[in-house]
């Protein structure tokens, strides 16, 4: 079965207290990993899109990298502003859907 | 500006009646897409449309319907048969093709059964 775990579920920082958060993924064939930013009560905001192990996007604070089997958001010196939660989510071949991980809650203290 | 918009922003509902939320988009993308979001779980696939007049059931489509008589507008009714309706609902968008899958995203109803 397709599956797309995120960790952790929440993380909480200092401002300028880099780190990464993790997607891994089971599929049967990725045609593209996606990122997106939610924030609380709003729909989810594309951030980056990953095709190939190896690949990577960046912009500002936010670097998305990929392997083989998990993609990682890291995060920069991190401000308040970019707290949110963090969607990953897959497209597996031969299909339209995405399929979405739970998300990581990432709170940046001031 | 180019987006998605839904309406209505909050929708409370009795039960045993079934409510229509809106979704309209000029982004020119042929395929859109109903979410549900729960607290605590990822979003699931509802229904989805790839062109005019078709669409496809997602992961949870009992108790829901769709239409897509137009390419800018993907209506979904909560009908009364959907056991807990009360969730965060998003509608989205994307271009059609091998690659190019990024999906754009609505503010999302918040829909409450009283």
């Known amino acids: 079965e397709d599956q797309v775990t995120q960790s952790p579920e929440a993380l909480r920082l200092q401002e300028g207290e880099s780190s990464s958060l993790n997607c891994s993924y089971t599929?049967?064939?990725?045609?593209?990993l996606f990122w997106y930013r939610q924030d609380p009560g709003k729909g989810p905001e594309f951030l980056f899109t990953?095709?190939?192990a190896g690949e990577e996007k960046e912009k500002e604070r936010l670097k998305a990298t990929i392997t083989k089997k998990e993609s990682f958001l890291h995060i920069t010196a991190p401000k308040p502003e970019d707290s949110a939660t963090y969607l990953c989510?897959?497209?597996?071949?031969?299909?339209?859907?995405?399929?979405f991980g739970q998300g990581t809650r990432l709170t940046i203290n001031p | 500006d180019g987006g998605i918009t839904q309406s209505p922003k909050y929708l409370f509902r009795k039960e045993g009646q079934n409510v229509t939320l809106s979704c309209e988009q000029n982004?020119?993308?042929?395929?859109m897409y109903w979410y549900r979001q729960d607290p605590g779980q990822g979003l699931r696939l509802i229904y989805y449309?790839?062109?005019?007049?078709?669409?496809q059931k997602g992961d949870i489509a009992e108790g829901y319907s769709v239409s897509r008589e137009k390419k800018e507008s993907f209506p979904l009714t909560v009908t009364s048969a959907q056991k807990n309706p009360t969730a965060f609902y998003l509608c989205?968008?994307?271009?059609?093709?091998?690659?190019?899958?990024?999906?754009?995203f609505g503010p999302g109803t918040r829909l409450t059964v009283l």
């Open positions: 599929v049967s064939g990725l045609r593209g």
């Open positions: 990953l095709y190939s």
């Open positions: 449309s790839q062109i005019v007049n078709d669409f």
């Open positions: 982004l020119n993308h042929d395929a």
């Open positions: 989510a897959v497209r597996i071949q031969g299909a339209q859907k995405l399929v």
């Open positions: 989205a968008s994307s271009r059609q093709g091998r690659f190019y899958n990024e999906q754009f």
